[in-house]
């Protein structure tokens, strides 16, 4: 073999073993120069942008290989965050809970068996403020008590919900937004948060009343359809309240012939009767007959468990923050953490510890002035660099990527499944999205081989509606730099 064989094939193994080596081979290197050039890469890309330099922006970008910020934006001006306020929910509850808590949630029964099959009594739901009860747990409920020879409960049923106080709603929330099911009621016994969600779906026919369809599937609602099919060249119009009763719900206005339909989310706000209600329906479906009523007076919890469940662990309810930016389940992790920690389950003692740890890790109480821990408060301010340092801590832990899948991943799952899906982003953003009224955030890491590469927040503030889509795109082309310069200045930045 002549040596210019013997070289081509050194230079194969070579180029063969640098290709298909994972990323983290690769010489990473974010020295001084290449943060100087992206920072200048960014600056260019944003300041020289009426969007940016008309609109209030709070930015913070880090570089977790140069242990610094690249850039950052109005970092002394407080924002209001919308929902990306999540992630110190989250980082709270993994300080002071941990990621391997369970909620336990029991059925007792004290009284007798008459028979053997039937149950006459008292029966308690002991609440454990699990945010992950629904009716599949409800119908698994009716299936233990039929595993144990049950044929009819007959009684007085009582949600006990003392592990929480009586406390609703946080500091804030809006009453035009009550109704609906992102602002629903925060209670320590919940399915399915709280919340129905009803889709509006035109007739074949012009005139008839619209479909709907409730899920989760239940008869609890009682409904009066005004919705009426209209002409194709019309446009969706209506208007959805609860009647006197709060389970009885008007629908009335217009829905276009062969469109797509709508869909809303309405908050339930009698939970002991809504529970009675399923529970029943799923006793029912099993072939257990009931003869239960709500008790108007507390029954004290004894007896035996007749029913249970055991939830997922926590690291997996955190998917529910920050995959899927439920409102309810966050704030009920608040009233968790004051309960756990200070024997008071309230959202005052649940914001005094968060707070605490936020003085803890060095965050400054004059960096931020927040009322509730979802983003839906009106009265949430905060500077980007403190979600940044939150960022940064949560991307120390050991445990780090099993906590970076709770967020949205860029074109697959949450509340980015259908953002970056055709782009060369997909898969690289891990974040917690934000939007409400005049606000769009987005706060996560730029991730590459299982490693935090960049970690970013946006908070975008006093913009029109219409303009909404466009900020988002200029902010894109900033996640677009990032993810273009993961490698820093390494020779074989093109290999992949």
Known sequence: MNNLVKLILFISVILFSVMDSPIHSLDYNHDKDFCFNLKKKIKDVLEHNDLFNYNIWGVSIYSHLASQTIYEHNKNILVRPASVLKLIASSSVLHYIGKDYKYKTNIYFSGTNLGNSVLKGDFVVKASGDPTINLNIIDEWAKQLKQQGVSKLEGNLYIDQSIFDDKLYPKGWMHDDLPYGFAAPVTAFQIHNNRIRVFMLPDETVGNPAKLIFKPNTKFLSVINNLITVKEDKDNDYNIKFGKNTNELVIKGQMAKDGDGDYDA???????????????????????????????????????????????????????????????????????????????????????????????????????????????????????????????????????????????????????????????????????????????SLAGYIIADDKPIYSFVFIINNFKSKDRKHLRSLRDEVLHILKDNIYGNVDNVGIR
Do not use: W
Request: proline fraction near 1%; charged fraction near 25%.
């Open 266 to 440: 309405l908050a339930i706000k009698n939970i002991d009767e809504y529970f009675l209600f399923c529970f029943k329906e799923a006793l029912d479906k099993i072939g257990i007959s009931s003869e239960l009523k709500l008790s108007k007076e507390p029954l004290k919890v004894n007896g035996r468990i007749i029913c249970n469940y055991t939830s997922l662990p926590m690291v997996d309810i955190l998917k529910k923050l920050n995959t899927y930016s439920d409102n309810q389940a966050t704030e009920i992790l608040v009233k968790l953490i004051g309960y756990k920690i200070s024997n008071n389950g309230s959202f005052d003692s649940g914001m005094e510890n968060i707070k605490k740890y936020l003085s803890d890790v060095g965050i400054a109480e004059d960096t931020y002035d927040i009322a509730d821990s979802c983003g839906v408060s009106h009265y949430n301010l905060i500077k980007a660099s403190v979600l940044q340092k939150i960022l940064i801590l949560l991307s120390e832990r050991k445990d780090f990527m099993q906590i970076a899948k709770t967020l949205s991943i860029s074109g697959k799952t949450g509340s980015l499944f259908s953002r970056y899906k055709d782009t060369d982003l997909k898969g690289f953003i891990y974040a917690k999205t934000g939007s409400m009224s005049a606000v769009d």
